[in-house]
């Protein structure tokens, strides 16, 4: 079946640190692969997305590239700030059938 | 503006009432979802509606029921609560368009507490 799997939180850094956030991932056939961010007390918002094997999703400043020899699909994003504190999921979707999210990694960010 | 809208934010009730989570959205999508968030996060996909069909129907309890009375609804019927039903609900859309790389928008959520 599908999975995902991504690194346990909290993950605890200080503003302008360098983040990875570790995802991969089990499926078949070549599923989409997507970023999604959580902010306090509110929904899902799509981060970024890569849709074929080497593709780059980026927005905000983070950055994930689909590899499909790693099976992997890492969040990287240089200098983290304070607001982006939240809760990021990674996710997969295979074809027409709904996402399917990793844990959820809860990224603090100290000034 | 509101792209997917949840009713209500927050509804606490007693174990064993019925109740209903609606969520609509104006982006003129042609499919969409509810998902589970537990205590620990973890979110998974309950159904899923194409066109007011019923497209996606994970292990859910039966006395979870989806009505689908056009493609911009999606309610969520809960027949006599329980309290492992407490979670936060998670509405979302696509665009299905023929592509399988379409994005989910997804709603507020809506806490539900079960006592």
């Known amino acids: 079946g599908n999975s995902v799997t991504q690194m346990e939180g909290p993950v605890t850094l200080s503003e302008e640190a360098f983040l990875t956030i570790n995802c991969t991932y089990t499926a078949t056939g070549y599923p989409s692969l997507f970023w999604y961010v959580q902010y306090p007390g509110e929904g899902l918002q799509l981060l970024l997305k890569?849709?074929?094997?080497?593709d780059k999703g980026s927005n905000k400043g983070f950055e994930a590239t689909y590899r499909k020899e790693t099976t992997s699909f890492h969040l990287e994003k240089g200098s983290v700030q304070v607001s982006d504190s939240a809760v990021y999921f990674c996710?997969?979707?295979?074809?027409?059938?709904?996402?399917?999210f990793g844990s959820g990694t809860r990224l603090q960010v100290q000034p | 503006d509101t792209a997917v809208s949840q009713t209500p934010k927050y509804l606490v009730t007693q174990m064993g009432n019925d109740k209903s989570i609606k969520c609509e959205q104006n982006l003129g999508h042609d499919t969409m979802y509810w998902y589970k968030q537990d205590s620990k996060k973890f979110l998974k996909i309950m159904f899923s509606y194409n066109n007011k069909e019923l497209i996606i129907n994970e292990t859910v309890p039966n006395h979870f029921s989806p009505k689908s009375p056009d493609k911009a609804h999606l309610n969520l019927h809960i027949n006599s609560l329980e309290l492992g039903d407490s979670a936060v609900y998670f509405c979302?859309?696509?665009?299905?368009?023929?592509?399988?790389?379409?994005?989910?928008?997804f709603g507020p959520g809506t806490r539900l507490t079960v006592l």
């Open positions: 979302a859309s696509s665009s299905s368009g023929g592509a399988f790389t379409d994005t989910q928008y």
């Open positions: 890569a849709t074929k094997a080497d």
């Open positions: 996710a997969l979707k295979p074809g027409r059938r709904a996402l399917t």
